[in-house]
């Protein structure tokens, strides 16, 4: 699986390069960090069913990262969804392919980009599947910088109170957000002390390396009655030598000659670390 | 209200199974019974009213009708945002109920004075925004929002409200509901919420020659309804327990200019628009006090002249 992996993350950050390049759109960094945790979920981890979206029995994946819109749009078009020439019309007039992620588009479980919103939502889910004893398990990915918003901490109140231990969030701890690195806007740290303390079952990865990442995410060996929270270490930019680390690309979109270095780089290197 | 409320939503509740109770960790002698009757349908959240609404928000994404009860500003504008994004974007079967509208817990202080819900929760689109006047209405409504498929908001008062009508009226949406007919009245009051309750009593202590409507729908408003009305009368009250810009007065003015406009309607009645003066009130007091304070009263109205200009309302 991890080889397969590994190449998905690849043509995930290609197609987030393309779209952010040739639409003038910005959220790359926050795409890059976060495109090995889709790729390994969406390689083979989740319950799903490109064909039936909807289908009752699928794995629930909620994306709270709506401005890192291009990594899921992508990853659902790799994967079957449908077609990636669709993802030509990202933002054009009358597109569904909206900059933030929009629930109109196949695969895309809720609409999100104001932050702080799945969470809750999948909480919801969660627990509508613990009521049902339904097979089904529940993934939500958040960014570092939406821990900001209170409204995360109300679930994460919520979650181990209720054993919702079919509920596993993903944090893209890439450690920048829009205007500064989390330690200079608001500090997170200890992160994962936080976590263990409102009694969540714990674990932290590097959230590039596609095996560390397969075995945190998978829904067996858990702890029964905990819900789990993988803190993904991650690298804003990740794979693109001069975007690793920036806070500027965060809002910067590509030009050519940006664009061609980019692609370059990311066709030359394996960016993940397979098993 | 609350009581006629939860004694309805059990009743609904053992008819449909996906009917789902939340609370803000309020509802003491109120919610117990649903609680004890369906103990796998019920959960006391926690005092998070955001994150009351996002759960709601997804376990109606599961195919749960799901209520969300607290009190007054708590599950409205605390989580306003939830409304809008999670619930009405995704056109999510939630129903927010609110105890306490207007000034319902007036010694409790403008932390609890429910008096700007309206307009904001009736610009969020798709979102059914509804008063009910009384214990029948607040029975008829809550069978209506139990059935109507997507968001809605319903304000209650508190308890012990008198009934004004008989039996629970039958519910359209946006329909309007009589409550006194006179022979030959011009004017006629529409209220909503716990005002329609006031007006009844006030008309009738004046033996006046007025006829009441309540509108336990502020959004959406039937316009055929309101058409017919607004041809019907000279004079027109509209009175409600809320500031004055963008609620319920707002929302029928704006349907009949509309009207006019459109052509549908040849006049437009004078409309005198009762409401709080788009102001708060710091001082302790009963409802009663409050809205004699803020002139929510059908005081020198309607004006005894047709041709005497009528009080502005600031």
Redesign the interface.
């Known amino acids: 699986m991890t080889e397969n992996t590994t190449e998905l993350a690849r043509r995930i950050r290609l197609q987030c390069l393309h779209m952010c390049h040739s639409k003038r759109a910005s959220h790359l960094g926050g795409a890059f960090s976060v495109a090995d945790v889709l790729a390994v979920l969406y390689g083979g981890l989740l319950t799903a069913d490109p064909a039936q979206p909807k289908a009752p029995q699928r794995d629930r994946l909620f994306y709270s990262k709506g401005h890192a819109c291009t990594a899921l749009y992508a990853v659902l078009a790799e994967t079957g969804y449908y077609d990636k020439a669709e993802l030509d019309t990202f933002t054009d007039n009358g597109s569904y392919f909206t900059s933030h992620v929009n629930h109109k588009v196949p695969g895309v479980e809720l609409s999100t980009g104001s932050l702080g919103h799945a969470l809750p939502v999948a909480a919801g889910v969660a627990l509508a599947g613990k009521r049902r004893a339904a097979p089904w398990h529940t993934y939500v990915i958040v960014s570092d910088g939406e821990l900001d918003e209170g409204s995360n901490w109300e679930a994460i109140l919520f979650a181990p109170h209720h054993s919702l231990d079919n509920l596993t969030l993903v944090v893209d701890y890439n450690k920048i957000q829009s205007f500064g690195s989390t330690a200079e806007v608001l500090n997170l740290d200890p992160l994962a002390d936080k976590f263990k303390a409102f009694g969540w079952e714990t674990l932290e990865v590097d959230g590039h390396d596609h095996a560390q990442l397969a075995a945190a995410l998978a829904k067996h060996g858990r702890s029964a009655g905990k819900p789990r929270v993988v803190i993904a270490h991650t690298v804003k930019g990740k794979g693109v030598s001069f975007m690793e680390h920036q806070l500027a690309w965060h809002y910067k979109s590509p030009d050519a000659a940006q664009f061609a270095a980019a692609r370059a780089e990311l066709l030359q290197d394996s960016i993940g670390t397979p098993a | 209200m609350r009581t006629t409320f939860i004694q309805t939503l059990i009743a609904q509740a053992q008819q449909d199974p996906s009917i789902f109770l939340l609370c803000g960790d309020l509802g003491y002698s109120v919610l117990e019974p649903f609680a004890a009757a369906f103990p ?2 019920f ?1 006391n ?2 005092i ?1 009213e ?2 009351m ?12 009708t799901v209520f969300c009860y607290s009190i007054g500003n708590f599950p409205t504008l605390r989580a306003m ?2 409304i809008r ?2 619930v009405a ?2 056109d999510a079967n939630v129903k927010i109920i609110a105890v306490g509208g207007g000034y319902a817990y007036g010694p409790l202080s403008t932390s609890h004075h429910t008096t700007e819900e309206l307009g904001m929760l009736r610009t969020i689109p798709g979102m059914v925004v509804t008063a009910p006047g009384d214990p029948a209405e607040v029975e008829a409504m809550t069978a209506f929002i139990s059935q109507h498929r997507g968001p809605c908001y319903m304000r209650l008062n508190k308890a012990g409200e008198p009934r004004l009508h008989a039996q629970p009226p039958a519910l359209t949406l946006g329909g309007i509901v009589p409550v006194r007919a006179v022979d030959g009245a011009t004017a006629a009051v529409f209220a909503t919420g716990d005002m329609v309750g006031y007006a009844a009593r006030e008309l009738e202590q004046r033996a006046a020659r007025v006829d009441l409507y309540s509108f336990p729908f502020v959004n959406p408003i039937d316009t055929a309804q309101l058409a017919a009305l607004a041809a019907r009368y000279s004079d027109i009250a509209t009175l409600e327990e809320h500031q004055a810009n963008a609620g319920f007065g707002s929302a029928v003015l704006e349907r009949l200019h509309d009207l006019l406009s459109e052509g549908a309607l040849a006049r437009l009645p004078a409309v005198r628009r009762i409401a709080i003066p788009n102001a708060f009130i710091s001082s302790a007091g009963s409802q009663d006090f409050l809205r004699d304070r803020m002139g929510l009263r059908l005081d020198g109205w309607p004006p005894l002249n047709p041709d005497t200009p009528t009080r502005v309302q600031t």
Do not use: P
């Open positions: 796998e349908r959960l959240v926690g998070a955001q994150n609404v996002g759960l709601a928000a997804g376990l109606s994404l599961e195919g749960y945002e939830q994004y999670d974007y995704h």
